[in-house]
């Protein structure tokens, strides 16, 4: 019977461990497939409009502080990458594909959350989050992957403030 407790007592706390550590496994595995749904509806959604406006021209004659030329990069969320929550954006929201980071001079320029903005030959994203102050005439496309987002680069291209 003593050989019975003490088993018993010994391999409670392992099983609760186990039991927690099969929590936070099926825990990170459901956030994984939350972020997978969310890039697959993205891509399905919103794929074939971001084509077919990343295309149309920008309008030479729009105001000069609407449309400016500016470095185009990308990022995605690492903390080497991003402040605190590298899921959390500056705008409080959670960051997820169709988003964009600008440069604190375009943001004060009246390029803020929320705001549409059409990057040429990229299509529409939505302002979300802001870069690090050293950065300037910048906008950062949001990326789940980091590779995919190395692989972007850097591009000088057209980049319009939308009103819709």
Do not use: C
């Not at 929590?23 to 595995?29: D, S």
């Not at 959604?45 to 502080?65: T, W």
């Not at 990229?122 to 990326?143: A, Q, S, Y």
């Amino acid at each position: 019977m003593k050989a019975r407790v003490l088993l018993d007592f010994l391999l409670s706390p392992f099983l609760l461990l186990l039991v927690i550590s099969m929590g936070w496994t099926l825990h990170q595995k459901n956030s994984e497939i939350a972020m997978l749904e969310e890039k697959l509806v993205d891509s399905e959604y919103k794929g074939e409009a971001r084509q077919f406006l990343a295309n149309v021209p920008v309008s030479p004659g729009a105001p000069n502080r609407e449309v400016q030329q500016v470095t185009v990069t990308a990022y995605n969320p690492t903390p080497e990458q991003t402040d605190g929550d590298p899921l959390m954006a500056a705008s409080m929201r959670k960051v997820r594909a169709g988003t964009v980071a600008v440069s604190r001079d375009l943001f004060d320029q009246g390029w803020v959350f929320g705001k549409k903005v059409r990057i040429e030959g990229l299509g529409i994203f939505e302002i979300n989050d802001l870069m690090n102050p050293r950065h300037t005439k910048r906008v950062d496309v949001f990326m789940w992957d980091e590779k995919q987002a190395q692989a972007f680069g850097k591009k000088r291209v057209k980049v319009a403030l939308l009103h819709i």
